[in-house]
């Protein structure tokens, strides 16, 4: 049975960084995404990451400022935010992704392979 969780959410100053982890058990760490809901708005895609080449793909609001990597190993993907603003206040999901290529703009989500979410707060 597939299970993810994530951790690493909280209340953060802009300016301020933050890591978010997501713990994956019951398959493998093959093709995986970050994605964010804020109040009011549809989720969004922010991250994702193929540990069969490497590949990453940011959306263009966190282009520079967040990075994501993975430790198979671990079973553990991460998400490092920097310079956190206060539009990126939101619940972030890890989520397994289809995989995705680099012509794609991000990556799509599979059904059934969500964590819980965190909170993520950025605020003065």
């Known amino acids: 049975q597939a299970q993810l969780v994530e951790s690493g959410g909280g209340l953060v100053q802009p300016g301020g960084s933050l890591r978010l982890s997501c713990v994956a058990s019951g398959f493998p760490l093959d093709y995986m995404g970050w994605f964010r809901q804020a109040p009011g708005t549809e989720r969004e895609g922010v991250s994702c990451?193929?540990?069969?080449?490497?590949?990453?793909k940011y959306t263009e609001s966190v282009k520079g400022r967040f990075t994501i990597s993975s430790d198979v190993a671990k079973n553990t993907v991460y998400l490092q935010m920097n310079m956190l603003k206060p539009e990126d206040t939101a619940v972030y999901y890890c989520?397994?992704?289809?995989?995705?290529?680099?012509?794609?703009?991000?990556?799509?989500?599979?059904?059934?392979?969500w964590g819980e979410g965190t909170l993520v707060t950025v605020s003065s």
């Open positions: 990451i193929s540990n069969r080449n490497g590949l990453t």
């Open positions: 989520a397994r992704v289809s995989s995705f290529t680099t012509t794609q703009r991000l990556c799509s989500p599979r059904p059934g392979y």
